[in-house]
């Protein structure tokens, strides 16, 4: 059976350019880049190569670059730097939207004292920006807000709010793990301090992470060791992660310009054909300003566990919310702070394509999945229920 993977918010392939860059760091270029020697100074040279090479797909200077190990570990390290370093400020802002990786650290630090406020979203899942910035205090140590959603793909507009916080002499962070290598960023456009991004998600592999960190910002570092990233994150490189990265951010870099055609003409089609064939769906998202990989769909009156499992029969594999909420019966804080109203919340399944899905694959879901729903359907006591109450049809 053929595996039509649509699930790149949680995970992707690592692309074979990445992986054929990464394999001679296993085995022939072993040396730690801290070395004194040659061998270990060579491998010193490709990290170097590798820092350019993200810093160019983010518009920053190499320097401004840590290697950490993943997106969540980039998160905690920039909001925990940004309060140590304002150590009399003890308001944080977020959203009410963020993946668990910023949200729970937020809650966390609530726990131990800090005054959180959480930005709302609208029901098309767009950021309350006038509430964010009337809450803007002197005490507010950091701003952090994601720069595209997991679940909704809904992008907000981080170029525009993180000059006003700028101005504020307010540390923002933004967690843009999902919107690397899917719309263009660039760093010197915006008032953005610190930036998180996680390899896995751009087709390198799981457990490298950046943080960007603007010239000139506080910083303190979470990892405390050796004089790794010029002190700023302890610990040995994971050189041949590091490798696949940079190569990962160039290949990105090419095809930012497919992911805005191709994949989003994919993308639109599975969705509109979705919509045209199968009746009571919603889309979860403002459809106008999304990432053009997803699509969050709400099949109403049934579970999203149960479509799951018989699209995976098939071969399909999609998701019911972030990788994080699913394993979990509770609908995504994502959709409950959109409101999407409980119909159709808990038959929701995020579609999230990438470059290496093909037309046919597309044509695949849109074949299968309208019987799937239908058939869910006839077993669901609550889809029953709602087609009784409908009024019958005229002569
Ligand atoms: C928006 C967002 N932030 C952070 C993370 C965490 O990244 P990692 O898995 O590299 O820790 C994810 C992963 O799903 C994510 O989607």
Not at 57 to 76: K, R
Not at 198 to 219: C, D, E, M, N, Q
Not at 376 to 394: C, E, N, T, V
Request: one cysteine or more; hydrophobic letters at 40%.
């Amino acid at each position: 059976m053929k595996t039509v993977y649509v699930d790149n918010n949680a995970t992707t392939r690592v692309a074979p350019q990445v992986l054929e860059a990464m394999l001679p760091y296993f085995s022939e270029y072993y040396g730690n880049p801290s070395s004194m020697h040659s061998f270990g100074g060579d491998v010193a040279a490709k990290i170097k190569a590798a820092r350019s090479a993200v810093a160019d797909l983010i518009g920053a200077a190499p320097e401004e670059i840590i290697f950490t190990s993943c997106g969540t570990e980039s998160d905690s390290t920039a909001i925990r730097a940004a309060i140590d370093s304002n150590p009399h400020k003890r308001h944080i802002i977020t959203t009410r939207v963020e993946h668990p990786a910023v949200k729970n650290l937020c809650e966390h630090l609530a726990k131990k004292g800090y005054r959180l406020t959480k930005v709302p979203v609208d029901c098309d899942g767009r950021l309350d920006t006038d509430f964010l910035l009337k809450n803007l205090t002197d005490d507010t140590a950091v701003v952090s807000v994601m720069w595209a959603n997991n679940e909704s793909g809904v992008i907000f507009p981080i170029e525009e709010i993180s000059q006003t916080v700028k101005e504020r002499n307010i540390t923002f962070h933004t967690d843009a793990v999902q919107a690397a290598g899917k719309i263009p960023i660039n760093v010197g456009r915006t008032g953005v301090d610190l930036l998180s991004l996680s390899g896995h998600k751009i087709h390198a592999p799981k457990g490298i992470g950046v943080l960007y960190v603007r010239k000139g910002t506080k910083f303190s570092p979470f990892l405390i060791g050796g004089h790794q990233e010029s002190g700023r994150r302890g610990g040995t490189e994971n050189v041949p992660a590091i490798i696949g990265l940079g190569k990962a951010c160039e290949l990105a870099a090419d095809h930012i310009e497919e992911e805005n055609t191709r994949v989003k003409a994919l993308r639109d089609k599975l969705e509109n054909e979705l919509i045209k064939r199968v009746p009571h769906v919603t889309v979860n998202g403002d459809r106008g300003c999304r990432l053009p990989n997803t699509t969050s769909l709400g099949f109403e009156y049934i579970e999203g566990e149960a479509i799951l499992l018989m699209m995976d029969a098939l071969g399909i594999c999609a998701s019911s919310g972030s990788a994080c909420t699913s394993g979990s019966l509770e609908p995504s804080h994502v959709l409950r702070a959109m409101g999407v109203p409980f119909t159709s919340v808990h038959g929701s399944i995020r579609f999230s394509l990438s470059i290496y899905n093909t037309e046919e694959e597309i044509d695949f879901i849109i074949e299968n999945l309208p019987p799937i729903i239908a058939r869910l359907r006839q077993l669901s006591p609550f889809w029953q229920d709602f087609i009784k109450k409908q009024p019958a049809a005229g002569p």
